[in-house]
């Protein structure tokens, strides 16, 4: 079945560091990937998404582009503030889902320190 | 901005107990999931309505849990009896319609529960 897989964290950055977090995934066909971003205490907003090959997703200075290739979507920032202290989760929705289930990876959190 | 409202915040019961947890999706939203997320995992979808109508409930425990949005809005879920291992955050998203690529499915601030 569809999964996703993500980098195991913590991930502790300096602020105004780069980040990349890791995800790829196992689908048929081309599935729509999503990033989102989960705070203490709070429920998941979306940061980004792509629905086909190639498509890079950005919002609030993080990117990530659809590789099909490589069955990846990494998310990345190019300087991180401490304010991005967060858990986040890459997923997908498979195109064989008609029911619009989301697939999570574990999630990854990040912290930046000052 | 309109959000997807949850109550309660948090719930604390013991074993054995019945819980029920509610969600009142964007207005105009005709899709409501109901996901589990046990901690330090990503979330996991245990129920799906389209309108009125469960479309997908594969993975909802269907001997203690139960969930119903009787006329296409909100939702209920419940649990009877709570067990030790239902201890998780329960998360209720909606989007306009399922299974379309630009479709997003927006997220409540979830239920947090424990049982002691």
């Known amino acids: 079945g569809d999964s996703v897989t993500q980098m195991e964290g913590p991930v502790t950055l300096s602020e105004e560091a780069f980040l990349t977090i890791n995800c790829t995934y196992t689908a048929t066909g081309y599935p729509s990937l999503f990033w989102y971003v989960q705070y203490p205490g709070e429920g998941l907003q979306l940061l980004l998404k792509?629905?086909?090959?190639?498509d890079k997703g950005s919002n609030k200075g993080f990117e990530a582009t659809y590789r099909k290739e490589t069955t990846s979507f990494h998310l990345e920032k190019g300087s991180v503030q401490v304010s991005d202290s967060a858990v986040y989760f890459c997923a997908l929705r498979g195109v064989s889902s008609n029911t619009g289930k989301l697939i999570f990876g574990q999630g990854t959190t990040l912290q930046v320190k000052p | 901005e309109a959000e997807v409202a949850q109550s309660p915040r948090y719930k604390i019961t013991e074993k054995s107990q019945a819980v029920a947890f509610w969600c009142d999706p964007i207005s105009g939203h005709a899709t409501l999931y109901w996901y589990r997320q046990i901690l330090g995992q990503g979330p996991e979808l245990l129920v799906q309505f389209q309108d009125e109508s469960v479309v997908d409930d594969s993975q909802l425990p269907k001997d203690r849990f139960s969930a119903e949005r009787l006329k296409g809005v909100d939702s209920t879920l419940k649990i009877q009896p709570a067990e030790l291992g239902d201890s998780a955050m329960y998360l209720c998203?909606?989007?306009?319609?399922?299974?379309?690529?630009?479709?997003?499915?927006?997220f409540g601030p979830g239920t947090r529960l424990t049982v002691l």
């Open positions: 998203a909606s989007s306009f319609v399922a299974g379309f690529s630009t479709d997003t499915q927006y």
């Open positions: 792509a629905t086909k090959a190639d």
